[in-house]
């Protein structure tokens, strides 16, 4: 089975279901001006293979956007993308990636009181 790929930044990768992503990447790419922009559409979107057991094969490309090298064993955190956004999916992100925007994330429930 294919999933698709969108490489956000270093450390952050969210996987899509091809249903819900394609409309939205054929989108992206009718109204790309330029061959720049359709070249960056195409770096960022990418079909990646899920394995029968749940098992998503990563790329040199993706694990370098990770941060890690094929072959290697990191520690990764997974969560699902938030409900209300569309489309759904999950990220994968580094353990660094993800304390960093936890870091930085301006919101607290202390914050409320």
């Known amino acids: 089975m294919q999933v698709t790929a969108e ?5 952050l990768l969210r996987i899509y279901s091809p249903a819900d992503a394609q409309p ?9 001006a330029d ?18 057991g749940g098992r998503l094969v990563l ?3 993706v694990v370098a956007l990770l941060g890690f090298a094929l072959g290697e064993k990191p520690l990764l955190y997974t969560q699902p993308i ?31 009181e």
């Open 82 to 112: 938030p409900t209300g956004f569309s489309p759904t999916g999950i990220e994968i992100m580094s353990i660094e990636f993800r304390n960093s925007r936890l870091i930085t994330s301006d919101r607290s429930l202390v914050d409320l």
């Open 24 to 32: 939205l990447v054929d989108r992206l790419k009718a109204e790309a």
């Open 59 to 61: 790329t040199k490309e």
């Open 7 to 11: 490489l956000m930044c270093p450390g």
């Open 35 to 52: 061959l720049r922009q359709a070249a960056t559409l195409a770096d960022r979107y990418r079909p990646l293979k899920l394995n029968e």
